[in-house]
C-alpha cells in the first residue's frame, strides 16, 4: 500500500464529504450553515489542492482543474457571506447565494472523486 495515494485520496474524500456537510440543509435558513464548516472545507479543499500540484498526467491536470474549480467556489462563497452579512448587512438572502457557490464546489468535488475512482480502477487492470 502505498501511503502518499492513501493521504492523496483521504484529503480529496474528505474535501467532497466537507462540502457536503456545509451544502445540506435548507438554503435559505442560517442555522443550517455553519461558518466554521464552510471554513474547515475550504481549508480542506485548499490542502487537496496543493497536493494535486506534483501529479504531470493528463489525469493529474484535469483533478487539479476541479480542485481550483472548488476552491474558487468556496473562496466565493466566505466572500459573499462575509461582505454580505457583515459589511453590507442584506440579509438571510445572502445564505441562498453562498449555498449556491458551494453548491458549485461540492459538483466539482464530486467531478474529482469520480475521476479518482476511474483512475484507480484503470490501474489494477
Do not use: C, Q
Not at 467532497?16 to 435558513?29: C, S, V
Amino acid at each position: 500500500m502505498n501511503l502518499e495515494k492513501v493521504f492523496f485520496a483521504f484529503f480529496i474524500v474528505l474535501a467532497l464529504t466537507m462540502n457536503f456537510g456545509f451544502f445540506i440543509g435548507e438554503m435559505d435558513n442560517p442555522a443550517h450553515h455553519n461558518v466554521y464548516e464552510l471554513f474547515a472545507a475550504i481549508i480542506v479543499n485548499l490542502i487537496a489542492t496543493v497536493l494535486k500540484f506534483g501529479d504531470r498526467t493528463h489525469v493529474g491536470a484535469v483533478l487539479l482543474a476541479t480542485s481550483l474549480v472548488a476552491d474558487l467556489h468556496l473562496i466565493l462563497a466566505a466572500v459573499i457571506w462575509g461582505l454580505g452579512l457583515y459589511a453590507l448587512d442584506a440579509g438571510p438572502g445572502v445564505i441562498s447565494v453562498v449555498v449556491s457557490m458551494s453548491g458549485g464546489a461540492l459538483l466539482a468535488n464530486i467531478i474529482s472523486v469520480i475521476i479518482l475512482v476511474i483512475e484507480t480502477f484503470a490501474l489494477r487492470k
